[in-house]
């Protein structure tokens, strides 16, 4: 064991060692313990019976479904898109050297941050009489919008201070710094944030049956309070959950692919300056 691994925990003997595993082991009994519990409860009260997971087999309610999955990620999509452009767009303002539009995006940011996004979904559905998706898109926009210019200018603001005055010191104009020398090094630390928020961008879509918006959430609710179909409610969300989970779950997997592909391009990039050697990379036009 390295002298960096040991220097944060004392290394635990062997009785410790013992008292650990059982630890863990009185975990998994205790947690396996509650899921069969769960499961007891749900076959007792009859949610496992074929009636109540009939509804699934029929043509119709899997177009439902489907059509209501396809809503969510319809919206998804739409406000993904409008809140990294706002973001962006807000985060620039935060860090402009002009007062008033830096005082002017703070105010925008701190106020659509602290208003429910519910709010701003009802407020734009009921008050301005916008049709359900466009309300929906437009409150998680500005709401995940301003959130997302906080990660983009903290994550702006982490690079250290030497990258940039290196970059002034050459001769290039703000806009060049920030495109070529500050995002592309902020973006690596901002990547877990903006994910995380785009997760919670995409379970907010569910917030669009309040308003009628016909969404994956919405299609389960009438399926679960139908009669006819003995209100499958357990069933409904034994089917939607795990979907809504391995959205979330794809979503994770594609942003930790995207940050691995950028780590190996900036190693490669890095590996073939070296290879390059210093009388190469000082060849160029400016080169004495």
Same mark, same amino acid.
């Given at each position: 064991m390295t002298t960096t691994a040991t220097a944060l925990y004392d290394v635990p003997g062997p009785k410790a060692r013992v008292r650990h595993r059982g630890y863990g082991i009185a975990g998994v009994v205790a947690i396996l313990a509650l899921v069969v519990w769960i499961v007891y409860l749900l076959d007792d009260t009859g949610q496992f019976e074929g009636e109540k997971w009939r509804p699934f087999q029929y043509e119709g309610i /899997?177009?439902? +479904?489907?059509?209501?999955?396809?809503? %969510?990620? *319809?919206?998804?999509?739409?406000?993904?898109?409008?809140? +990294?452009?706002?973001?962006?767009?807000?985060a620039s303002g935060r860090l402009s050297e002009f007062r008033p539009v830096r005082w002017l995006a703070t105010l925008f940011v701190e106020f659509f941050r602290a208003m429910p996004v519910l709010v701003m979904i009802f407020f734009v559905f009921v008050a301005l009489e916008v049709q359900p998706l466009p309300a929906l898109v437009t409150g998680l926009t500005l709401y995940n919008g301003s959130v997302l210019a906080e990660v983009f200018r903290t994550g702006i603001n982490a690079v250290d201070r030497g990258q940039r005055e290196a970059a002034y010191s050459l001769g290039l104009r703000k806009t060049q710094v920030m495109t070529y020398v500050l995002v592309p090094q902020g973006v690596r630390a901002m990547l877990p944030a903006i994910i995380s928020q785009l997760v919670v961008a995409l379970k907010d879509t569910s917030l669009g049956?309040?308003? %009628?918006?016909?969404?994956?959430? /919405?299609?389960? *609710?009438?399926?679960? %309070?139908?009669?006819? @179909?003995?209100?499958?409610?357990?069933?409904?969300?034994?089917?939607?959950?795990?979907? @809504?989970?391995?959205?979330?779950?794809?979503?994770?997997?594609?942003?930790?692919?995207?940050? *691995?592909?950028?780590?190996?391009s900036v190693k490669t990039r890095a590996a073939k300056v070296a290879e390059a050697g210093p009388s190469t990379v000082l060849s160029g036009p400016g080169a004495t």
């Open positions: /899997q177009e439902l +479904l489907l059509e209501g999955l396809g809503n %969510t990620l *319809k919206a998804f999509g739409l406000a993904a898109v409008l809140s +990294l452009a706002l973001g962006g767009v807000l049956f309040l308003i %009628t918006f016909e969404e994956f959430l /919405q299609a389960g *609710k009438l399926i679960a %309070t139908d009669l006819d @179909y003995g209100l499958p409610f357990i069933p409904v969300v034994l089917v939607i959950s795990p979907i @809504y989970i391995g959205l979330c779950m794809l979503l994770s997997w594609v942003a930790n692919w995207v940050a *691995k592909r950028e780590r190996r």
